[in-house]
């Protein structure tokens, strides 16, 4: 097993694709903290996790306070001995438009997947550092993170900085042996069950049926054991050079996404007045990038009537 001997923290981990997560790296040979504010679904989970022969603790707490990611990193250490792979999943959805959303819905996303990364984040680095034998960090984030996504302001910002944090620890903890890298997975989740132009995909998960074609491969989207995968790679050692990365999974799809850059550069001497810009952004700077994702139409055959 590639993960024997090592010992990793997932939080959200008591249902969906986080349980999915802490399954395989108990699987690949990792003890596992689980972490869910459900009690009940924490303790199936490390019930699951310990029939298959596994070894797996709980910490129900919620994602966000300092105090909960000292708890997660204390009781790795306390129950296992170590610490060498955190993987930050918790997180809450609120969705709505923007003249439409509280603070509190703004808040909320944004404590549990925002600041939920960075204080798990940064208590780890602190313990692993320590440590002093390396260790892998690995961060959930979503394509509504990268392309922006219609009703999900907070959770749009909260995915995209928990991208620009991978890539600044991938930096600050590259001397310490430690990885980081962001995993923006496409499947099947609780969320995507409601949304009708899924429900293919859904009912054939649902039966246990493998899920169409379309879906797995044109458009990426599979089950969370298909993201599992992903994640025992980039927390072993054979993914010890991959770190400050990006990188989409889901269905029959891998993906490396790209670090924001320059598509169009002009330049012009004396600066850029409205005047000149006004004459000349169009022709300069060319097509304008798009936002937000698009789908293709759905097959006739995996129509489903609507109402």
């Given at each position: 097993m590639t993960l024997t001997g090592k010992v990793a923290i997932v939080t959200g981990s008591g249902r969906g694709l986080g349980l999915a997560y802490a399954q395989?790296?108990?699987?690949?040979?990792?003890?596992?903290?689980?972490?869910?504010?459900?009690?009940?679904?924490?303790?199936?989970?490390?019930?699951?996790?310990?029939?298959?022969?596994?070894?797996?603790?709980?910490?129900?707490?919620?994602?966000?306070?300092?105090?909960?990611?000292?708890?997660?990193?204390?009781?790795a250490f306390d129950q296992f001995g170590r610490l060498d792979i955190v993987v930050t999943n918790a997180g809450v959805l609120r969705d709505t438009v923007l003249w439409k959303m509280s603070d509190d819905d703004f808040d909320t996303v944004i404590d549990v997947h925002l600041r939920g990364t960075f204080t798990l984040v940064r208590e780890a680095a602190i313990r692993l550092r320590e440590q002093g034998e390396g260790g892998r960090i690995i961060a959930i984030g979503s394509p509504t993170g990268?392309?922006?996504?219609?009703?999900?302001?907070?959770?749009a910002a909260a995915k995209a900085g928990i991208v620009g944090m991978v890539r600044t620890w991938a930096m600050e903890l590259k001397k310490a042996g430690i990885t980081v890298n962001a995993v923006i997975p496409v499947a099947a989740t609780a969320m995507t069950a409601t949304v009708p132009y899924f429900a293919a995909a859904v009912e054939a998960e649902e039966k246990g049926e493998a899920m169409p074609a379309f879906f797995r491969h044109d458009l990426g989207f599979g089950t969370a054991d298909?993201?599992?995968?992903?994640?025992?790679?980039?927390?072993?050692?054979?993914?010890?050079?991959?770190?400050?990365?990006?990188?989409?999974?889901?269905?029959?799809?891998?993906?490396?996404?790209?670090?924001?850059?320059?598509?169009?550069?002009?330049?012009?001497?004396?600066?850029?007045?409205?005047?000149?810009?006004?004459?000349?952004?169009?022709?300069?700077?060319?097509?304008?990038?798009?936002?937000?994702?698009?789908?293709?139409?759905?097959?006739e055959e995996l129509q489903r009537p609507q109402g």
């Open positions: 395989e790296l108990a699987r690949q040979g990792a003890s596992v903290v689980v972490n869910d504010v459900d009690q009940a679904a924490a303790d199936a989970a490390v019930a699951s996790i310990v029939e298959a022969g596994g070894r797996a603790a709980a910490v129900v707490a919620p994602a966000g306070p300092t105090e909960t990611a000292r708890r997660l990193v204390d009781t990268q392309r922006g996504n219609f009703g999900q302001t907070n959770y298909d993201v599992a995968g992903l994640i025992a790679f980039l927390a072993s050692d054979a993914a010890s050079e991959v770190t400050g990365q990006a990188i989409g999974v889901g269905g029959d799809r891998l993906q490396l996404w790209s670090h924001p850059q320059p598509v169009a550069t002009a330049y012009r001497e004396g600066g850029w007045s409205y005047d000149a810009l006004v004459e000349s952004f169009a022709a300069e700077m060319g097509e304008l990038q798009t936002v937000g994702e698009t789908f293709p139409p759905l097959p």
